[in-house]
Each structure stands twice: as C-alpha cells, then as structure tokens.
C-alpha cells in the first residue's frame, strides 16, 4: 500500500517521465492542497525556449491560475529532483507549506544538495522531507542521461 507522500511522487514521476519523452530532463512536480491535485508540471525548457520553465515553476504557475491566488500557504509540493534556487525562491515566496522531494541534487540542489535556502531567515519557510521514492527519482534522471550519451 501506497503511502499518501509515495502516490503523489508516483504523479510526479509520470510528469517526469512525460518529460523524457519529450527530450527533456525528467522532473515532475505536483502542488497538492487538501488532498486534491490543483498544480501540476514538468520541464519544458527545451519546448518553450525559456529558462523559467522547470517542473516547480510550471507548477506553481498552475496552481495560481486554479486557486485564484499567489499564496499558496494551504499547498504542499511534491517534486522528483531537489528545487534549484529559482525553484527554491518561488516555493519560498508563494509560501507553500510543505516541499517533499525524491533525488537530491548535488549540482544545482538548493534544499541541501548545495545549499538549503529553506534554512536562511526568510518568512515563510516551508518544511522539507527529502527522498521520497528516491532512488526511482535517481533512475529516471541516469536512464535520461544514460540516453542521450549512447545517442551522442
């Protein structure tokens, strides 16, 4: 049986694998507020050309566009890959509560893989559980990346 943490990393997941398909590096990201799904996102930086366009900030942008806010202080986000500091930013300033991610990022991570910004004396900070169907996050990344060196 599914914990409610590993169900919506499964949703994530297949956002990430979404992204894959499309070429690009597979995150997924879901935004949950009172046990329903009301942001979901992947990377598409590839398809839109545009820097800002990671999982969490997909996500997030979605969920204001549903909640008709930009505070999003009753949401928690579930996300594949450790958020990099723009994500980090954006989850720090539309304060949602909660951030569990899978794989943690030692190049870019800013929740601990390099840095923790969720630990600097900003309001607002969200709690945060790392490794959340971790190892199956790790896989989609090194499968992704094992792949386009063999295409190389």
Known sequence: MLTEQE??????LALAREAAAAGEVPVGCVIVREGEIVGRGR????????????????AIAQANRRLGTWRLD?????VTLEPCPMCAGAIL???????????????????????NLFMEQF???????????????RTVLADFFASLRRDR
């Open 7 to 12: 169900r919506y990393m499964r949703e994530a």
């Open 43 to 58: 990377n598409r930086r590839e398809e839109k050309q545009a820097t800002a366009s990671h999982a969490e900030m997909e």
């Open 74 to 78: 009753d949401c928690e986000l579930y």
């Open 93 to 115: 300033n539309a304060r949602v509560r909660r951030v569990w991610y899978g794989a943690r990022d030692e190049a870019m991570g800013a929740c601990g893989g390099v840095t």
């Open 123 to 137: 309001p607002n900070r969200p709690a945060l559980v790392g490794g959340v169907l971790a190892e199956e996050c």
